[in-house]
Structures are given as structure tokens and as C-alpha cells.
Nanobody, 117 residues
Framework: EVQLVESGGGLVQPGGSLRLSCAASGFTFSRYDMSWVRQAPGKGLEWVSGINSGGGMTFYADSVKGRFTISRDNAKNTLYLQMNSLTPEDTAVYFC??????????WGQGTQVTVSS
């Protein structure tokens, strides 16, 4: 059974930081490019960041470049998203998914990030 389980979301004030984690199981995580995707209230899906299978190449949407850092620990089958300098525009449900620039078929259930004062 393929599972992607996001965690680390919560309520944070503008300017604050959060670190999201995505625990993968049921597939060979180290062979897959991975991404973080988000959906803000009332909005469509927005690709946020991607990372290749080995972790040596990373990609970011312009909206988060310089503030967010994607990383992975293949030995732990875990994907991370370090989010700094958060703004209310970052409020969304954050999903991890297989694929980097082009998404494929594995998605998690998401974790809620709310940035509000």
C-alpha cells in the first residue's frame, strides 16, 4: 500500500517558520522525484517545489524562492519542506506528491498551514 503522510502544519504568525515532513511507504521512495503542492482556500492547486530522486537538484515556484527549502532523506523515506518568512498568502493545505516538475500519481492527504496574526 502506497502511503504519503504529511505532518508539521499548524498555525503560525507572519514571519514565522514551519518545517513540513512527508513520510513515504509502500514504494521505492529513493527512485522517485518528489514535490510539494499547495491549495489555498477557494483556489486551485499550486506547485510549490520539487526535488529529484537523489536530492541533488531542487526547483521552486517564484512565489517561494528564497524562503522555502525542499530536501529529502532517502534513508528515512522522508521529504521535507522548510518554510521561512511565512506570509498569509502561504496559507494552504500542503501536499507531497511524486514527481518534480511533472507530477505523477502518488499524493498524500495534506497538512494545513495557516499564517495569521
Amino acid at each position: 500500500e502506497v502511503q504519503l503522510v504529511e505532518s508539521g502544519g499548524g498555525l503560525v504568525q507572519p514571519g514565522g517558520s514551519l518545517r513540513l515532513s512527508c513520510a513515504a511507504s509502500g514504494f521505492t521512495f529513493s527512485r522517485y522525484d518528489m514535490s510539494w503542492v499547495r491549495q489555498a482556500p477557494g483556489k486551485g492547486l499550486e506547485w510549490v517545489s520539487g526535488i529529484n530522486s537523489g536530492g541533488g537538484m531542487t526547483f521552486y515556484a517564484d512565489s517561494v524562492k528564497g524562503r522555502f527549502t525542499i530536501s529529502r532523506d532517502n534513508a528515512k523515506n522522508t521529504l521535507y519542506l522548510q518554510m521561512n518568512s511565512l506570509t498569509p498568502e502561504d496559507t494552504a493545505v500542503y501536499f507531497c506528491a511524486s514527481g518534480a516538475l511533472v507530477l505523477s500519481g502518488y499524493w498524500g492527504q495534506g497538512t494545513q498551514v495557516t499564517v495569521s496574526s
